[in-house]
Each structure stands twice: as C-alpha cells, then as structure tokens.
Nanobody, 118 residues
Framework: QVQLVESGGGLVQPGGSLRLSCAAS????????MSWYRQAPGKERELVAS????????KYADSVKGRFTISRDNAKNTVYLQMNSLKPEDTAVYYC???????????WGQGTQVTVSS
C-alpha cells in the first residue's frame, strides 16, 4: 500500500522556521522525483519545490527562493522541506507529491497545515 505521510506542520510566528517531513512507503522511493505543493484557502494548489531522484537538482517557486530548502534521504525514504523566515502568506496546507516519469505514476500525501501568525 502506497503511503506518503507528512508531518512537522503547525503554528509559527512570522520570521520563524519549520521543517516538514514526508515519509514514503509502498513504492521505490529512490526512483521518484519529489515535490512539495501548498494550497491556501480559496487559492489553487501551487508548486513550492521539487527535487530529482538522487537529489542533485532542485527547483523552487520564486516566492520561497532563499527561504525554503528541499532535501531527501533515500535511505530513510523521506523528503524534507526546511522553511525559514516564514511569512503569513506561507500559510497553507502543504502536500508531498511523488512522481515517476517512465511509468507516469504519481502519489499525493494527505497534507499538513502550516499557519504563520502572530
């Protein structure tokens, strides 16, 4: 059974930091590129960051460049999102997403809430 389980969300003050984790199981994690998406109330889901299978390449949305860092540990089947200098506009549900180009298979996590507020 495929599972992507996010954790690490919560309430943080502006300027604070959070580290999200996404633990994967049920598929060959190292064969999948990984991404973090987020969806704020009333808005469409947007891509935040992506990382390739071995972690050699990363991409970020302009709104988070220089503040967020995506990384992965293939030995632990886990992808991370380190979020620093958080802003109220970062408030959203954050989703983990796995995708594999050859088979075009993909999976979504259930999401974790991040709220940035004083």
């Amino acid at each position: 059974q495929v599972q992507l389980v996010e954790s690490g969300g919560g309430l943080v003050q502006p300027g604070g930091s959070l580290r999200l984790s996404c633990a994967a199981s049920g598929f060959t994690f190292s064969s999948y590129a990984m991404s973090w998406y987020r969806q704020a109330p009333g808005k469409e889901r947007e891509l935040v960051a992506s990382i390739t299978t071995a972690g050699g390449n990363t991409k970020y949305a302009d709104s988070v460049k220089g503040r967020f860092t995506i990384s992965r540990d293939n030995a632990k089947n886990t992808v991370y999102l380190q979020m620093n200098s958080l802003k109220p506009e970062d408030t959203a549900v954050y989703y983990c997403y796995a995708w594999e180009l050859t088979t075009r298979s993909d999976y979504w996590g259930q999401g974790t809430q991040v709220t940035v507020s004083s």
